[in-house]
Protein backbone atom coordinates (compact mmCIF):
# COMPACT_ATOMS: atom_id res chain seq x y z
CA UNK A 1 0.00 0.00 0.00
CA UNK A 2 2.96 2.55 1.11
CA UNK A 3 4.27 2.53 -2.72
CA UNK A 4 1.30 3.87 -3.43
CA UNK A 5 0.50 6.47 -1.32
CA UNK A 6 2.87 9.86 -1.97
CA UNK A 7 4.08 11.38 1.33
CA UNK A 8 1.47 14.03 2.16
CA UNK A 9 -1.14 11.04 2.16
CA UNK A 10 1.58 8.95 4.69
CA UNK A 11 1.93 12.09 6.58
CA UNK A 12 -1.74 12.32 6.78
CA UNK A 13 -2.59 8.59 7.56
CA UNK A 14 0.14 8.99 10.18
CA UNK A 15 -1.55 11.65 11.61
CA UNK A 16 -4.79 9.95 11.82
CA UNK A 17 -3.30 7.11 13.80
CA UNK A 18 -2.02 9.45 16.19
CA UNK A 19 -4.93 11.17 16.85
CA UNK A 20 -6.61 7.89 17.33
CA UNK A 21 -4.38 7.56 20.39
CA UNK A 22 -2.15 4.93 18.04
CA UNK A 23 1.50 5.18 19.48
CA UNK A 24 3.43 2.37 19.13
CA UNK A 25 3.84 0.04 16.11
CA UNK A 26 3.24 -3.68 16.72
CA UNK A 27 3.12 -5.30 13.97
CA UNK A 28 3.62 -5.07 10.14
CA UNK A 29 0.12 -5.89 9.15
CA UNK A 30 -2.74 -4.53 10.68
CA UNK A 31 -4.98 -6.98 13.32
CA UNK A 32 -8.34 -7.09 13.52
CA UNK A 33 -8.77 -8.01 17.08
CA UNK A 34 -12.57 -8.09 17.34
CA UNK A 35 -12.48 -11.12 14.82
CA UNK A 36 -8.77 -12.29 16.82
CA UNK A 37 -10.96 -12.50 20.05
CA UNK A 38 -13.94 -14.61 18.72
CA UNK A 39 -11.43 -16.56 17.06
CA UNK A 40 -8.97 -17.66 19.58
CA UNK A 41 -11.93 -18.19 21.66
CA UNK A 42 -13.01 -20.97 19.54
CA UNK A 43 -9.17 -22.18 19.46
CA UNK A 44 -8.89 -21.85 23.04
CA UNK A 45 -12.25 -23.85 23.69
CA UNK A 46 -11.19 -26.59 21.23
CA UNK A 47 -7.99 -26.79 23.40
CA UNK A 48 -9.31 -26.97 26.84
CA UNK A 49 -8.83 -30.16 28.79
CA UNK A 50 -11.74 -32.12 30.38
CA UNK A 51 -12.76 -30.82 33.12
CA UNK A 52 -11.56 -34.12 35.32
CA UNK A 53 -8.10 -35.27 34.25
CA UNK A 54 -8.56 -39.57 33.26
CA UNK A 55 -6.10 -40.02 36.48
CA UNK A 56 -7.83 -38.30 38.88
CA UNK A 57 -5.26 -35.09 39.04
CA UNK A 58 -6.19 -31.72 38.87
CA UNK A 59 -7.35 -30.90 35.01
CA UNK A 60 -3.79 -28.59 33.69
CA UNK A 61 -6.68 -25.47 33.37
CA UNK A 62 -9.44 -25.75 36.11
CA UNK A 63 -13.15 -24.86 34.63
CA UNK A 64 -13.38 -21.05 35.85
CA UNK A 65 -10.65 -20.32 33.29
CA UNK A 66 -12.23 -21.37 30.37
CA UNK A 67 -12.44 -18.36 28.09
CA UNK A 68 -15.09 -16.22 28.76
CA UNK A 69 -18.59 -15.99 26.79
CA UNK A 70 -17.85 -13.28 23.77
CA UNK A 71 -20.67 -12.33 22.00
CA UNK A 72 -21.57 -12.57 18.51
CA UNK A 73 -20.26 -8.82 17.44
CA UNK A 74 -16.98 -10.01 19.69
CA UNK A 75 -17.77 -7.80 22.49
CA UNK A 76 -16.79 -8.80 25.64
CA UNK A 77 -19.39 -10.44 27.90
CA UNK A 78 -21.74 -7.55 30.40
CA UNK A 79 -19.78 -6.07 33.31
CA UNK A 80 -21.52 -7.99 35.98
CA UNK A 81 -20.76 -11.46 34.56
CA UNK A 82 -17.29 -10.34 34.11
CA UNK A 83 -16.70 -8.96 37.74
CA UNK A 84 -18.23 -12.32 39.14
CA UNK A 85 -15.93 -14.81 36.11
CA UNK A 86 -13.00 -12.35 37.54
CA UNK A 87 -13.52 -13.06 41.51
CA UNK A 88 -13.92 -17.06 40.20
CA UNK A 89 -10.89 -17.11 37.98
CA UNK A 90 -8.89 -15.19 40.60
CA UNK A 91 -9.81 -17.45 43.48
CA UNK A 92 -9.01 -20.25 41.41
CA UNK A 93 -4.95 -19.39 41.40
CA UNK A 94 -3.27 -21.01 44.49
CA UNK A 95 -0.04 -19.11 43.79
CA UNK A 96 1.66 -16.35 41.30
CA UNK A 97 1.87 -18.64 38.59
CA UNK A 98 -1.22 -20.01 38.06
CA UNK A 99 -2.22 -16.59 39.13
CA UNK A 100 -0.27 -14.88 35.90
CA UNK A 101 -1.93 -17.98 34.01
CA UNK A 102 -5.15 -17.51 34.59
CA UNK A 103 -4.95 -13.45 34.05
CA UNK A 104 -3.58 -14.41 30.26
CA UNK A 105 -6.53 -16.96 30.04
CA UNK A 106 -9.23 -14.04 31.09
CA UNK A 107 -11.10 -12.37 28.11
CA UNK A 108 -13.84 -10.74 29.83
CA UNK A 109 -11.79 -7.46 30.16
CA UNK A 110 -11.88 -5.39 26.43
CA UNK A 111 -8.41 -3.79 27.42
CA UNK A 112 -6.49 -7.33 27.02
CA UNK A 113 -7.84 -6.97 22.99
CA UNK A 114 -6.22 -4.05 22.47
CA UNK A 115 -2.88 -4.61 24.33
CA UNK A 116 -0.25 -6.58 23.38
CA UNK A 117 1.10 -8.28 26.43
CA UNK A 118 -0.20 -8.76 29.93
CA UNK A 119 1.73 -6.77 32.37
CA UNK A 120 1.69 -9.09 35.05
CA UNK A 121 4.78 -8.42 37.79
CA UNK A 122 8.14 -6.72 38.08
CA UNK A 123 10.57 -7.79 41.35
CA UNK A 124 11.73 -10.00 43.91
CA UNK A 125 8.54 -12.27 44.71
CA UNK A 126 10.18 -12.46 48.83
CA UNK A 127 10.40 -9.11 49.26
CA UNK A 128 8.52 -7.72 52.06
CA UNK A 129 7.20 -4.73 50.15
CA UNK A 130 4.80 -4.56 46.95
CA UNK A 131 4.46 -1.34 45.28
CA UNK A 132 1.17 -1.19 43.32
CA UNK A 133 0.41 0.97 40.12
CA UNK A 134 -2.21 2.09 37.84
CA UNK A 135 -1.81 0.55 34.71
CA UNK A 136 0.58 0.08 32.18
CA UNK A 137 1.60 2.66 29.63
CA UNK A 138 3.37 2.01 25.87
CA UNK A 139 6.62 1.12 27.56
CA UNK A 140 5.22 -1.16 30.17
CA UNK A 141 2.75 -3.08 26.95
CA UNK A 142 5.89 -3.15 24.62
CA UNK A 143 8.16 -5.02 27.68
CA UNK A 144 5.58 -6.66 29.58
CA UNK A 145 6.58 -5.50 33.05
CA UNK A 146 5.23 -2.42 35.30
CA UNK A 147 6.94 0.84 35.47
CA UNK A 148 9.90 0.31 33.14
CA UNK A 149 9.09 4.13 31.37
CA UNK A 150 9.73 7.04 32.46
CA UNK A 151 7.61 6.83 35.54
CA UNK A 152 9.35 3.65 36.20
CA UNK A 153 12.75 4.46 35.90
CA UNK A 154 11.88 8.06 38.72
CA UNK A 155 10.59 5.17 40.67
CA UNK A 156 13.52 3.19 40.46
CA UNK A 157 15.45 5.85 41.93
CA UNK A 158 12.93 6.48 44.85
CA UNK A 159 13.58 2.85 45.82
CA UNK A 160 17.20 3.38 45.59
CA UNK A 161 17.21 6.22 47.91
CA UNK A 162 15.73 4.08 50.90
CA UNK A 163 17.73 1.01 49.49
CA UNK A 164 15.24 -0.75 47.48
CA UNK A 165 15.84 -2.43 44.39
CA UNK A 166 13.12 -4.20 41.52
CA UNK A 167 15.96 -7.24 41.00
CA UNK A 168 16.70 -8.04 44.76
CA UNK A 169 13.93 -6.49 47.73
CA UNK A 170 11.34 -4.85 45.73
CA UNK A 171 7.71 -6.36 44.31
CA UNK A 172 5.67 -4.41 41.78
CA UNK A 173 2.38 -4.84 39.76
CA UNK A 174 -0.68 -2.79 38.60
CA UNK A 175 -4.45 -2.78 39.29
CA UNK A 176 -4.85 -2.88 35.18
CA UNK A 177 -2.70 -5.43 34.15
CA UNK A 178 -3.40 -4.54 30.02
CA UNK A 179 -2.53 -1.59 28.86
CA UNK A 180 -5.73 1.30 28.31
CA UNK A 181 -5.64 2.49 24.65
CA UNK A 182 -3.52 5.89 24.01
CA UNK A 183 -2.98 5.52 27.71
CA UNK A 184 -6.61 6.63 28.89
CA UNK A 185 -7.88 6.60 32.30
CA UNK A 186 -9.38 2.95 32.65
CA UNK A 187 -13.00 3.20 33.40
CA UNK A 188 -14.40 2.35 36.49
CA UNK A 189 -15.66 -0.82 34.59
CA UNK A 190 -12.19 -2.13 33.53
CA UNK A 191 -11.43 -1.44 37.35
CA UNK A 192 -13.75 -3.47 38.61
CA UNK A 193 -13.17 -6.38 36.35
CA UNK A 194 -9.32 -6.50 37.09
CA UNK A 195 -9.97 -5.62 40.66
CA UNK A 196 -10.12 -9.38 42.11
CA UNK A 197 -6.88 -10.14 40.13
CA UNK A 198 -4.47 -7.54 42.05
CA UNK A 199 -6.21 -8.53 45.05
CA UNK A 200 -5.55 -12.20 44.53
CA UNK A 201 -2.38 -11.07 43.67
CA UNK A 202 -1.52 -9.41 47.23
CA UNK A 203 -2.89 -12.04 49.00
CA UNK A 204 -0.61 -14.71 47.07
CA UNK A 205 2.37 -12.27 47.28
CA UNK A 206 2.03 -11.55 50.98
CA UNK A 207 4.43 -8.34 51.45
CA UNK A 208 4.43 -7.00 54.63
CA UNK A 209 3.89 -3.31 53.36
CA UNK A 210 1.71 -2.85 50.55
CA UNK A 211 2.33 0.96 48.82
CA UNK A 212 -0.38 1.90 46.71
CA UNK A 213 1.08 4.62 44.11
CA UNK A 214 -1.25 7.15 43.31
CA UNK A 215 -4.84 8.18 43.47
CA UNK A 216 -6.33 5.03 41.18
CA UNK A 217 -4.53 2.24 43.16
CA UNK A 218 -5.21 3.90 46.33
CA UNK A 219 -8.95 4.60 45.83
CA UNK A 220 -9.46 1.09 44.09
CA UNK A 221 -7.68 -0.68 47.03
CA UNK A 222 -7.66 1.32 49.98
CA UNK A 223 -11.17 2.51 48.87
CA UNK A 224 -9.73 6.49 50.10
CA UNK A 225 -10.27 9.66 47.67
CA UNK A 226 -8.10 12.68 47.91
CA UNK A 227 -4.41 11.35 47.36
CA UNK A 228 -3.07 14.78 49.08
CA UNK A 229 -4.71 13.68 51.77
CA UNK A 230 -4.49 9.97 52.05
CA UNK A 231 -0.82 9.61 51.46
CA UNK A 232 2.16 9.02 53.92
CA UNK A 233 -0.06 6.94 56.23
CA UNK A 234 -0.04 3.71 57.55
CA UNK A 235 -2.79 1.90 57.86
CA UNK A 236 -4.56 -1.95 57.94
CA UNK A 237 -5.49 -3.57 54.83
CA UNK A 238 -7.02 -7.37 54.92
CA UNK A 239 -4.92 -9.56 52.41
CA UNK A 240 -7.07 -12.83 52.83
CA UNK A 241 -6.91 -13.75 56.08
CA UNK A 242 -4.41 -11.71 57.08
CA UNK A 243 -3.62 -8.21 58.20
CA UNK A 244 -0.68 -6.33 56.56
CA UNK A 245 0.21 -2.28 56.99
CA UNK A 246 -0.50 -0.70 53.70
CA UNK A 247 0.65 3.22 52.84
CA UNK A 248 -0.12 5.68 50.11
CA UNK A 249 2.37 7.69 48.26
CA UNK A 250 2.36 9.77 45.33
CA UNK A 251 2.70 8.55 41.48
CA UNK A 252 5.99 9.35 39.97
CA UNK A 253 3.92 10.28 36.49
CA UNK A 254 2.98 13.11 38.86
CA UNK A 255 6.18 13.98 40.14
CA UNK A 256 7.38 14.44 37.10
CA UNK A 257 4.80 16.70 36.00
CA UNK A 258 4.80 18.46 39.39
CA UNK A 259 8.63 18.11 41.16
CA UNK A 260 7.87 20.20 43.89
CA UNK A 261 5.64 17.60 45.03
CA UNK A 262 9.02 15.56 45.44
CA UNK A 263 9.87 16.27 49.03
CA UNK A 264 6.40 14.96 50.05
CA UNK A 265 7.01 11.49 48.04
CA UNK A 266 10.34 11.65 50.34
CA UNK A 267 8.93 12.10 53.34
CA UNK A 268 6.30 8.75 52.59
CA UNK A 269 9.99 6.75 51.71
CA UNK A 270 11.62 7.81 55.13
CA UNK A 271 8.19 6.32 56.93
CA UNK A 272 8.36 3.16 54.39
CA UNK A 273 11.88 2.83 55.15
CA UNK A 274 11.12 3.13 59.11
CA UNK A 275 8.69 0.62 58.98
CA UNK A 276 10.95 -2.21 57.06
CA UNK A 277 13.35 -0.84 59.36
CA UNK A 278 16.27 0.19 56.43
N1 LIG B 1 2.26 3.94 35.51
C1 LIG B 1 1.73 2.97 36.28
O1 LIG B 1 0.90 3.22 37.15
N2 LIG B 1 2.16 1.72 36.07
C2 LIG B 1 3.06 1.39 35.16
O2 LIG B 1 3.40 0.22 35.03
C3 LIG B 1 3.60 2.42 34.36
C4 LIG B 1 3.19 3.69 34.56
Not at 138 to 163: H, N, T, W, Y
Amino acid sequence: MTALMDRDALEALLAFYRDAGVDAAIDEQATDWLARGEAEARAQEAARPAARAPDGERPAMPAVQRPQPVSAAGAPPAPESAVFSAREAARSAGDLDQLRAVLEGFDGCALKATASRTVFEDGARDACIMFVGEAPGRDEDIEGKPFVGRSGQLLDRMLASIGLDRRTNAYIANIIPWRPPGNRTPTPQEIAICEPFIRRQIELKAPELLVCVGAPSTETLLGLKGIMKSRGRLMPFQAGGREIRAIATLHPAYLLRSPIAKRLAWRDMLTIRQVLGL
